[in-house]
């Protein structure tokens, strides 16, 4: 029997635990869970026979070393940043550890000794990272295999609500990381286009912005992710003259949300004395030049020609011209934005969540004919629980699990799923699921 | 005799080592001198009888701890950042200091220790801050004194080019730190004005100017500081409705520099790959949206009504849609810019520089009668070393030393020069060197 330790049993555990459990009698597996809430835990894991539900604390260190001792996969849902006491003990005990987290500087560190121990550190195993890692590099070593060159390559990625949940103005609704959201591109976007690189502040970051056809879904906006140049290594194709990652949203939302970029409203850098004295509009006019029109005019205003007749219905549609008090006492602009939000782009119980991701190459054959291919992927959530987010980020984490268990991925130390030996057997799991990528081929 | 250290020899501290010298025979004072360059220390000491010119290391803990041991007065010229182990060395050995740098969190942190030491940490003792605080509480605490309220209290500086200098489009040079002028306004300027909080982020800081006029010396671009609110703690005037801090350039900058904080030319946050192999033209082309046009087109149509003829003029005379080559290699976009404009703004050997601070008061009087004050102040440098950035920086210090070894200061710890004992013989001692603020009265 072997033993898989799951940390963090928070909404996009839900369909990873479901898949180890379905799993567990067949692959003679016990799955512990731990969370520091023992319902969420009892809740996902539903009184399975192969599953032991604990309260885990990821600061008590006797706790974190005895419960990866005795797993043999362990399997990280942590926020990013406190993933890395788990991945020193997974060394120190040659445990193997998957997360869908980017590889920070301090893990790919690590890189040499996990190798010395015979284990893998396996990350970027999710949906952006991760499906977006293992569909690209299929495409993209299907070329190089053909002779081919890639020219160009886009890729866009967007947690989205389902049409059919799509009910607010925004076309918006959280089904990951709210403060994710909010903070979303601050910095500069750097990629490079026709062999030159390109920077793009985070104040026009939603203002410049590519549209995207997805053939039967329709149209979404995509602004630039903030670092597109260090996939170009990754994926083998360090002289690609085009190269650009991207965010997607429903149209219209990048142009609305630009007047909260433009306020100012989504700094996370400094306090709003005593934020809870004050209400929404009382807040928008603390941003606003003086002056004696009302709140909704000095906006219009101030905005120009930034912002049209349907940005504004969405600004307005939140409550921010209403004098209704600010809920967070003292609290940053970008906090008091996201708690409005939480409020505003619930996912109700009936809702479902949508993912899309589409890649765009533009390569040159053998022989020289140009060529483009369109790779897409619409995936649907089934409820609230097994959302589509859930079941992107978490079965690629358990497929990917199953493999390291079963002996079949060779790779050591720090690993993510750009390999033919990871990729292929992943894709071709997801796809028994409906994680299938549409292509699409023109000259 | 009393020995005084000056750390660091550079541009700022020549009025100040000049005073020092000057006084140093009839307050019996030796001065010491150091730097990392002895040849600067030299210039400014000049062979005088009371100067010992050293070669100082502020990493060199032995030499630090010996020189400030056999001192009674330390003066730190050095970078903000760079006080603290100088400041823990004269609490360690009972020495005095003085600063024309802010008061740090670890700097406030030491008030209790320096009190028990029974020694002076005198910070924000130069021009901006320094003059600003000892001119304004001599302003504030009269009206109070006379049973006045102060309803609103405006305070502006800046570092500029005088007029018979100035010669280029911009009417900048720098007089002070060039790194500082490119990174300036970077966050959220915070200030309150009739009693609301107001929040101005960088990314339309340089749009949002005030003007400011000097009477005989004309208009001024007025941009608001990032901090203004917590001054009204300082200056005892907590409940004031309107108050603003901000940095004068003259007219017509701000429109200009507009146009590199749009571009993001101004962050500091990332490395251009290989920028050394770029021409400024090329780096500009990185920021813009594509298209077919040269690059001067393609910023006219970015910026919009945004930017003028004269600003464009500013953006031109630069040189940067010029096929030259950057000089720095894989530079952030804000070392790139400081690199450029050390060049074009340089202070030239016959060049002068000027000082204008102004500072706009209104309150009512006691009898309820509504007053308005202003007080104005412009200092022209003698030349390229005794500027008048250099006296304003410098004087204030070597007065403040001097008052503090003579012993007529009793404040102890953590002082700023806000208070009746320091404040009155300061302005009185600054006005000999033709310091002196104008008054204007008005209803």
Redesign the interface.
């Known amino acids: 029997m072997k033993n898989i330790l799951v940390i963090g049993a928070g909404r996009s555990a839900s369909s990873l635990i479901k898949y180890l459990l379905e799993h567990s009698t067949a692959e003679n597996w016990s799955v512990t869970v731990g969370d520091v809430s023992l319902e969420l835990v009892k809740q996902k894991t539903n009184n399975h026979p192969n599953a032991r539900a604990i309260v885990f604390d990821i600061t008590n260190d006797q706790q974190r070393e005895d419960e990866i001792k005795r797993a043999d996969m362990v399997i990280s849902m942590l926020p990013a940043t406190m993933h890395m006491n788990v991945a020193r003990d997974c060394v120190r005990f040659k445990k193997h550890l998957a997360t869908a987290s980017y590889v920070s500087k301090e893990m790919g560190e690590l890189d040499a000794e996990a190798k010395a121990a015979g284990i893998i550190l396996m990350n970027e195993t999710g949906l952006d990272p991760g499906i977006d890692h293992a569909s690209a590099m299929k495409v993209i070593d299907d070329i190089h295999e053909q002779g081919g060159e890639l020219t160009s390559f886009k890729s866009f990625c967007g947690g989205l609500v389902a049409p059919e949940s799509n009910d607010n103005p925004w076309g918006y609704k959280f089904s990951w990381n709210p403060r994710n959201v909010v903070l979303a591109g601050q910095?500069?976007a750097?990629y490079i286009?026709?062999g030159?690189?390109?920077?793009?502040?985070y104040?026009?970051l939603f203002t410049?912005i590519d549209t995207i056809e997805v053939e039967g879904h329709g149209k979404f906006d995509a602004y630039a992710n903030r670092d597109s140049?260090s996939y170009r290594k990754l994926y083998n194709i360090s002289g690609i003259p085009t190269m650009l990652r991207g965010t997607l949203r429903m149209p219209g939302y990048c142009k609305a949300w630009n007047v909260f970029?433009?306020?100012?409203l989504t700094?996370d850098?400094?306090k709003?004395?005593a934020s809870e004295s004050m209400t929404y509009r009382?807040l928008l006019?603390?941003?606003l030049?003086?002056g004696k029109s009302t709140t909704k005019q000095k906006l219009v205003a101030f905005m120009g020609n930034e912002m049209d007749a349907e940005a504004l219905s969405k600004i307005e549609w939140l409550g921010v011209f209403e004098d209704r008090k600010i809920r967070l006492a003292n609290a940053t602009?970008a906090q008091i934005l996201q708690d409005l939000l939480e409020e505003k782009w619930k996912l109700q119980p009936h809702d479902k969540d949508m993912i899309v991701m589409q890649h765009l190459f533009e390569y040159t054959t053998k022989d020289k004919k140009t060529q483009k291919l369109t790779s897409s992927l619409v995936v649907k959530g089934e409820d609230q629980v097994y959302t589509a987010m859930a079941k992107t980020v978490g079965l690629p984490l358990a497929i990917a699990s199953k493999m390291i268990l079963q002996g079949k991925i060779k790779a050591r130390g720090v690993v993510i799923p750009t390999t033919k030996e990871i990729y292929e057997p992943l894709l071709a799991e997801l796809e028994t699921f409906g994680i299938v990528f549409e292509e699409k081929r023109a000259n």
């Open positions: 910095g500069t750097q286009e026709h030159e690189y390109k920077y793009l502040p104040n026009r410049q140049l970029v433009k306020l100012g700094d850098t400094y709003i004395e009382w006019e603390a941003y030049p003086a602009p």
